[in-house]
């Protein structure tokens, strides 16, 4: 996507500083051009500002001094001979959009094929905590990941991946090593850390008072706890905020959007892959006309395919406008209201002096089409075209070769087998459908043949297969699954939210044996199996989550599974996720399969047997 | 003020607690009244919240716990055998305002006497430094104050006094020993300290470059830094909100606001005694309609009589809404706009679960006459009644005595002297203004006596002096005034901004020196000396600045002394004020008098000598 007639020298990145352009400065440095004294590095002119500051819109250029903004409204007084000019006229200046809530590890991209897609969308600030990658690899993951986001052109609000504690002892499994408790802490206090990440609700209150000390620490350091308020009752929300939990992402209903406001939180409106939260979350404000103060944006979750074409929180921006916000507060939604969660509008979210000159030209307010993307007082994006290279990432050994194995898992060991003489049983089923990551319990009789009970293609009754990765001992747990409509073979993945074990649906268990030893060649990664061979696959070797090739090659390699796996006969528009959300991951639907067996969720969670009968 | 048939025992103070009510309690203990699990202490019920999150307005009660909201909306659940109800009906429940910048020791009441005027009128929170008392005795007063504070049904917003440490330097001047530039750091520092208290633009950017580096330190910390852009330029404005200045109070003019709110700063704007800026200013929102969530009130200064009578915030809303804001937004201006400076949202300036329990109850939003005021959870004013007493606030020795003079003040030492043989010479004279607290340069031809120079009452070109209290050495700087038109005696009064010195202004030396040694017996105050013999005073023997007695008796002998300044002739609404600005204080105003000379301000601080030929 580089220019190659465009001069690179201009973009330097420096491992020392955690914010690279060409010049970072300190905010002294830029008294001097304020005052006229010195002269601007460049002025962004001609163009009209969108001030979310104000809610107002005029005619103002901006003088930038290295990485940050000197001076917005009449700053020709600041142009010297070696000030650059970038031509704004006919367009509007924002500031870069602020994503509040997204998973970079869910995209499958490495940092670098991430971060350019961010970019190339014009958001220029995102909120993660790499929790996927803590779950697999511990502190040091999310250690790197946080600087290898701090060597990009890319303001990273980092969060304490609480979920990376959490993971499957919320559902009392064995955890991976992940993080540990008082690692939390330790997280909290790193330098650039903003607060929490989403430490969701019912563990919080009801089973591990130990993350309210946390709370006590981050309120303490001023920090900000943002939450996941998935299906809690009203009762739940007043205790939710009680504890200081600011934001949630999780509001899909108009009346639980406006009692989480109401609440005083911020609603971090997602509109990302597998979830269009904004038409309805927005009514709030169009409909029930709360201060538009309280609503912000985020994806939580974005396909490669999504990141790169119709984008994340300028989609947003779009969809806001289409349902009836003013450009102005759409635009507000998408820098001011987030960086105020997370109380970073000294830094960015707002163009004015003292802030980061990341910005956002666009021609048109209601089409909001980015047209030039500044970071860091660089142009890094105009038109399509990237105007720098992206530092590349490298990524350490440890991050691979995650996939561990106590040996090739066999057929036998796929083979749902029950103590029984009778040629039939009963057994639970778990329901997965189209649209939703909710699954349900459903029964299935089932014949057995010779003491094992095979999948029953016709009635789209499969089998399911979750498979310890990381030496735990935890071993295998098997289970049946409806909803996949596989004729044929196998899909598996290394990737499941908070558990990040091999997990595998298939019609026969040898299609999945050999899908599972083909993801511990790979190091993790996607695989489609049919009659014993790998008919497609994706390589995510760095953590069993990422990929470390070109977002084109990713995309393409995903293209071909997803054919691969609708030649099986699947017809879900995203088997992977519905794969991955039919085992343990927190709250969101009432029964999912572990490698401990199978589980159900309420009241309380504890593990049922497969067999009824 | 008490009422005495209401027991005490419902309002313990504990001074090992910050916050005092009945029961300070955890976050995490208020999840089982949210619940349902656990009775809530009190129920605020019948009432129609202003939701100063959404800009709403409906029905709710509010379930508290301890000092804390657990649950608000539909909490008829929370009722237990023991709760307590407060019924609100026909009324509605606003979240404690929220003062952003006002000064105690401006005020001349003691610590608890303030509280109270504050609390009567229905502010829960107020932002101070103690900057008077931190020049006077140093880094224990800041402490003292702000210990003294926390003991009282009052959230402090403390702020790092800067004064105390610019103080004398800004101009040049030798100053107290005051607060050291490390110890601003230190006191950064401190649990429930929220940033730094107005430093001043010119010395930041022109003059002290070191607090530059305590700008820095706070942004670290996640604090504010405060501003005080009176009469900056629009570059200056640039610079300063560069350096990371988030707020401004000093805006008198609506051009002058919409460029500060437009760099992202949000406007106190003030209302106070002798500033009467929320009309101007808040066009800024009602004519050129910017959002409103960048404008809060404050008072700055604000008089016993205005803190007894008209309030400070509460009068604020009744003027915003007189020009046109809407009560919500008035009220968002006084609760939740002015927390979110401080990000202080999460405990204060919204009623939402979580936050202290601090509510005001009106009949009507336009009147806006706070009928009841609960502090963390304890109704502590109904009705012009206070349900409490409030702690009262012993002070300790290093406050007082606070008027250090080498020996009584001799007439001859007021006397103003020339080295010439001439009959008459021309003097430069401080000229004051009813109704500004800026100082302009006149020149006047006085007679020359035997080598004295007297007064001129027909001319009113009177005397002014200023001498060192603190045993700098720097001893009596002589001067001419006009302006107070007084006919006869003197007034002395051991206050004026910044320096804190023995200030006079009068007719002849014999009724200045018996003001001086009369203040120096008070331990600091105000009086008003005739024929030799002090016919008012108003001893302020807290550090020279601050009564120890009831408020009624404080404006008592204000009135008295008001009266018998009137007796002598001056006109002056406010003549200790007036008397006060014609010394260092800062950028306002062209010419100064301090003990150790006149001084012009423009264009750089620079000594003159008083007489010109």
Known sequence: MKDQNVSQANFETDARHPIKTRHPIKRRELI??????????????????????????????????????????????????????????????????????????HSYLGVTEYVEALLSHGVTATADGFYGPGIVAGVPAVHFFKEAFERMPMRLIFLVPTLSWLQNRELGLTPTPGVGAAELKEI???????????????PVVEHFPEFLDLFDETLRQRKVITGHAAGITWRQLQAYTAVGVTTDHESVEVNDALAKARAGMTLLMRQGSGCFDVPEVVRTHTEFRIDPR??????????????????????AVRVAIAQGVTPVHAIQMATINTAEVFYAQRDFGVVAP???????????????????????????????????DLPRTEYPGFLRGTVKLPGAVATNDLAFKVDTKRTETEV???GVTEGSLE??????????????????????????????????????????????????????STANAVCENIVIVGTNPIDMAVAANHLATLGGGKVVVRGGKVIASVGLPICG????????????????????????????????????????????????????GLILIHPQPHKVDVVVA
Chains 1, 2 share one sequence.
């Open 294 to 315: 309280r609503l912000a944006f985020c994806a939580d979750l974005a396909s490669p395919e999504k990141l790169m074409t119709e984008g994340t929180i300028d989609h």
């Open 32 to 105: 001097d051009v304020a005052m006229g004294k010195a002269a601007a590095d460049i002025i962004v002119q001609g163009g009209r500002l969108v001030n979310v500051a104000t809610a107002e819109i005029y005619g103002a250029d901006v003088a930038i001094k290295g990485d940050r903004i000197a001076a917005v409204g009449d700053v020709a007084y600041a142009k010297g001979p070696n000030t650059r000019v970038i031509d704004a006229s006919g367009r509007f200046i924002t500031p870069g959009l602020v994503e509040g809530h997204l998973h970079q590890y």
């Open 354 to 388: 003292g802030r980061f000159a990341d910005l956002v030209l666009v021609s048109n307010l209601r089409d909001f089409a980015i047209d030039t993307v500044i970071f860091g007082g660089a142009e890094v994006f105009k038109r399509g075209k990237f105007l720098i």
């Open 188 to 202: 909290l206090g790193w330098e650039g850390c903003y607060g929490l990440e989403e430490p969701p609700y019912l």
């Open 545 to 596: 989550l990422l990929s470390e090739e070109p977002m084109e090659a990713v995309m393409s390699k995903f293209s071909r599974a997803f054919e691969a796996i609708a030649e099986l006969g699947c017809p879900l528009r995203n088997p992977f996720s519905q794969l991955e959300f039919c085992f343990a991951c927190g709250e969101i639907g009432n029964i999912k399969l572990s490698e401990e």
């Open 428 to 430: 639970r089923v778990i």
């Open 439 to 492: 699954t349900d319990e459903r029964r299935a009789h089932m014949p057995v043949v010779g003491g094992i009970v095979p999948a029953d293609i016709d009635k789209d009754v499969l089998l399911l297969a979750m498979i310890d990765r990381f030496g735990k001992g935890t071993g295998i747990g098997l289970g049946f699954v409806q909803g996949f409509r596989l004729r044929d073979g196998a899909i598996a």
